[in-house]
């Protein structure tokens, strides 16, 4: 594909499968868990850990019974707060590849071996579920989100020099390279932190950036953000891509937009992948 990234020599010549780690970071999700569980691939992920933000029903109830890797917080530290140890904990367990899957059951599992298939093969080190590679109106999706959606979008993709349909989704596969440059625990512990990550990524240069088609599902028992918290959100997005136009331009360097590690060369390339 035109401006992808080479391959990893290191990804595509190992013999041996990538350890894949599902993460989920939870809150009050005893409703959908159970079904999003039985979407998952299991012949191909070795581990799945959930988090539990404190939540106030049998979430970790249903969680253990299905034989999960349980971490639970003392405290709510929040969508991006629950991220970070989910993160944490699948790099501990020696993932290769992390799948971040929101437990709500809007997001098809059954599409994670397209979604990491681009990372296995070193083309991608971060891999998006676009809901808008189809139609999400279709799908249930509230007139208003889908307006916000395509307006953020539109604006992410003029910042960061891409071209994706999607930033901002519950189904996202991150390779290990990828996390341990990003300084990931410096972002916002609320659900800007997604896209502070995308942010990050960009900035650092030569990861590359892909997307799968994913169906779009909205029904009563899963969670959805209100009006009034995604305008917040859609604020803090916005402030995200300003902060990271002043970084590029060095008028106002973000030690959040500087990698941990050495500093990789070349820029983000974003590929498409179809179902």
Known sequence: MPGQLPPDPATVTRSDPPTVVVVMPAYNASRTLERTYADIPHDIVDRIILVDDVSRDDTVDVARRLGLDVSIHSQNLGYGGNQKTCYDA??????????????????????????????????????????????????????????SNRFLTGVENLAFGLRLSEYHTGLRAYSRRLLETIPYRLNSNDF?????????????????????????????????????????????????????????????PSRKLTPRGLRRTGSAAATREKP
């Open 90 to 147: 699948a790099l501990v367990l020696g993932a290769d590849i992390v799948v971040m899957l929101h437990p709500d059951y809007q997001y098809d599992a059954t599409r994670i071996p397209a979604l990491i298939q681009p990372i296995v093969e070193g083309r991608a080190d971060l891999m998006l579920g676009s809901r808008f590679l189809g139609d999400p109106l279709a799908g249930g999706m509230p007139r208003w989100k889908y307006v």
């Open 192 to 252: 800007v932190f997604d896209q502070e990550l995308i942010a990050q990524v960009v900035a650092a240069g030569g990861f590359g950036i892909g997307e799968v088609a994913v169906p779009t599902r909205y029904f009563e028992e899963a969670s959805s953000v209100g009006f009034r918290r995604s305008v917040v959100y859609g604020l803090a997005t916005l402030r995200v891509v300003l902060r990271f136009l002043l970084h590029r331009a060095r008028v106002r």
